[in-house]
């Protein structure tokens, strides 16, 4: 799976964002918050899937407690390789501003028994307007949930209740 939303809203030359490569699959899933300090501070949570990083932008930020109800608007697909990125875009490209990750970790499908079942769980989910995974990262850990509420970029982001 290739990513060119991306590559058409950046100019590669420009920036030290990666540049993306051949997509890669896991056995276990990867996901990273960046903190994006851009026009306007916001959060980047991004899960890998399919060997790409499916990536909602999420202004205030990460839920914290069950009772937290995040707004997250989906932006596009980002190279697995984004995972790692820390750094500066310059002035005048998409994104201009400084992003440091703020968390990573790995993550599944609830009930997933497998990669591949995660995968087509996660890829349903979008289809459907409900992902739910259970985190496993440095400060966000448990189960969470993203809900699609208007058209097909804006959801929820939630903490739940439920004990991993």
């Known amino acids: 799976m290739d990513t060119p939303l991306y590559r058409k809203k950046r100019d590669i030359k420009q920036t030290s964002e990666p540049r993306g490569g051949e997509p890669v699959s896991h056995r276990v899933h990867d996901f990273v918050v960046q903190k994006h300090h851009a026009s306007h501070l916001h959060y980047d949570f991004r899960l890998e899937v399919g060997g790409v990083l ?24 980002h190279p697995y390789e984004y995972r790692n990125f820390e750094g500066a875009i310059p002035k005048g490209q998409y994104g201009a501003g400084t992003v440091e990750i ?17 995968d087509r769980r996660i890829l349903a989910g979008l289809r459907k307007g409900v992902i739910s995974v259970e985190l496993k990262g440095m400060k966000l850990k448990g189960k969470y949930s993203l809900v699609r509420f208007r058209g097909q970029k804006q959801w929820l982001f939630l903490k739940s209740k439920k004990k991993s």
Request: aromatic fraction near 12%.
């Open 102 to 118: 703020w968390d990573r970790g790995t993550y599944y499908a609830e009930d997933a028994t497998d990669s591949a079942d995660s």
């Open 54 to 77: 499916k990536s909602w932008a999420v202004p205030k930020g990460p839920p914290r407690t069950y009772t937290d109800k995040h707004l997250a608007i989906m932006v596009e697909d």
